[in-house]
């Protein structure tokens, strides 16, 4: 069933469990999400983020995984990530989006709260929850111009309280795009944050978690976890074998097969160490 986020992360955030929310790109990996989600009777969250949106129409990704998420009784959120811009926002909401990330997060915090404001406002008009940035999680791509900065507990607190946010993703050491799971964790800041705010957190940039961090940040009051890359190395590493394992055969659903049972792979190993 279709929900927005504010109602998956309600019920986890103090549970000693977590959502992840990954990054699909289409059918492929949407679909293995929601069949792992099933078989644990867990809550989805399938996000598009600025690559996605820049390869399909948010219309065409709305309609597809609405269509695949009917039917099936467990909470099912699709959520677009990172947006830039209000217009991209309403633009999500329109076409059938339950929740929406606006990133403000290289804004001064006023002009973020701002903005985050205007979002806020008309997404909860129409039943869609939001979620926004304070500090930045920066990437671990020098090509991408987006700095770094640690989330401060203070603007934390007056940002949720002043922007009415539903989830709130914080700065405390991971990086968007991490192949490997070196990124390390600021724990003693992560737990000052929460001190402050009631609103549920959330990590981006968690593919370059270690298992044992992923299965830690589900004892804090952390409702959702961001994985993207993973899957695209699990997709992506399989499909090119392959294709050289395979170099008569022209049909891509076949050679789909065996990258799409990589990627549930993952999706399940994710689940299971944040709770599930």
Same mark, same amino acid.
């Given at each position: ?11 986890? =955030? ?68 990172? =947006?830039?811009? *209000?217009?991209?926002?309403?633009? =999500? ?8 990330? *606006? ?46 900065? *640690? ?119 994710? *689940? ?5």
């Amino acid at each position: 069933m279709l929900v927005n986020m504010k109602e998956i992360l309600m019920g986890v =955030a103090d549970s000693n469990t977590a959502v992840p929310g990954f990054n699909v790109y289409g059918y492929e990996d949407a679909m293995m999400v929601i069949e792992v989600a099933n078989k644990l009777n867990a809550p989805a969250i399938l996000m598009s983020n600025k690559d996605a949106v820049l390869h399909m129409d948010v219309k065409c990704q709305a309609a597809l995984y609405r269509a695949i998420s009917e039917n099936h009784n467990i909470p099912i959120s699709i959520h677009l990530d990172h =947006a830039g811009s *209000y217009e991209l926002c309403v633009k =999500a909401i329109a076409a059938g989006f339950t929740s929406v990330m *606006y990133d403000g997060s290289q804004l001064p915090i006023e002009e973020n709260i701002t903005r985050t404001k205007e979002v806020v406002r008309l997404a909860h008009s129409c039943g869609v929850s939001v979620e926004a940035e304070i500090g930045s999680v920066g990437y671990d791509d020098p090509s991408i111009n987006a700095k770094a900065i *640690y989330t401060n507990p203070q603007e934390a607190k007056i940002f949720a309280e002043e922007t009415g946010v539903d989830a709130l993703a914080v700065a405390v050491g991971t990086l968007h795009r991490m192949q490997k799971q070196t990124a390390e964790i600021q724990y003693e800041l992560l737990e000052e944050i929460q001190s402050i705010t009631s609103v549920p957190l959330v990590i981006h940039g968690s593919t370059g978690l270690a298992d044992r961090d992923l299965t830690k940040l589900s004892t804090y009051h952390v409702g959702k976890v961001n994985i993207g890359t993973a899957l695209r190395m699990a997709f992506g590493n399989t499909l090119r074998k392959e294709i050289n394992n395979h170099k008569n055969e022209i049909d891509r659903i076949k050679l789909f097969e065996e990258p799409m049972r990589q990627v549930k792979e993952v999706v399940l190993n994710k *689940y299971k160490l944040l709770g599930w």
